[in-house]
């Protein structure tokens, strides 16, 4: 079932997610969930989608950035403390949840990710790149943060006014 991408600046999308038990990772209502994302992300042209986009504030993500559809349930980046700060790479983003903008971030260039898959199996990931940065934004999106949070004092005053104009055309629309 495709659902409506929640829109900055709706307040859920600043909530961190909580995890799903053992039970609920397996259960046919996280399956759905899961289905249900990835409809809604494929709908949106986008590289991956956080449950709490959608309403749901519970730890899943699904990606496809080409290689196929990725499913994540409970998943954790496990070590960027261990990487030089010289290990980071200069990105620019977009989000389905901050419509219109783009952002210039400093992500880590590596990253591990440990989650859960549909079946409920333990799982891990290296990821380098531009994976390592989808990831990471996905991943931003469970814990509460949008691109915005990331952005200098003054980059995100003027991504606000850019949200602002564009919130004004579309009331008049």
């Known amino acids: ?5 929640l829109a900055y600046p709706d307040p859920r999308l600043a909530f961190p997610a909580r995890p799903f038990t053992e039970a609920e990772l397996v259960c046919p209502g996280t399956h759905r969930l899961l289905d249900d994302m990835a409809e809604t992300l494929y709908s949106r042209d986008g590289v991956g989608l956080a449950a709490p986009q959608i309403g749901e504030s519970v730890m899943a993500v699904v990606i496809d950035y080409g290689t196929g559809l990725i ?38 260039a590596r990253v591990t990710v440990r989650y859960r898959t549909r079946a409920g199996e333990r799982s891990s990931v290296e990821l380098e790149g531009f994976p390592a940065v989808v990831y990471q934004h996905e991943i931003d999106h469970l814990a509460g943060r ?27 629309g």
């Open 1 to 5: 079932m495709l659902r409506a991408v």
């Open 71 to 108: 499913e994540l349930l409970n998943p954790v980046i496990v070590n960027p403390g261990l990487l030089a700060p010289a290990a980071t790479i200069q990105t620019e983003e977009a989000c389905l949840s901050v419509p219109g903008v783009t952002a210039r971030l400093t992500r880590w």
């Open 146 to 172: 949008l691109i915005l949070d990331r952005m200098s004092r003054l980059a995100r005053r003027v991504a606000e006014q850019k949200i602002a104009r564009l919130a004004g055309r579309r009331a008049r």
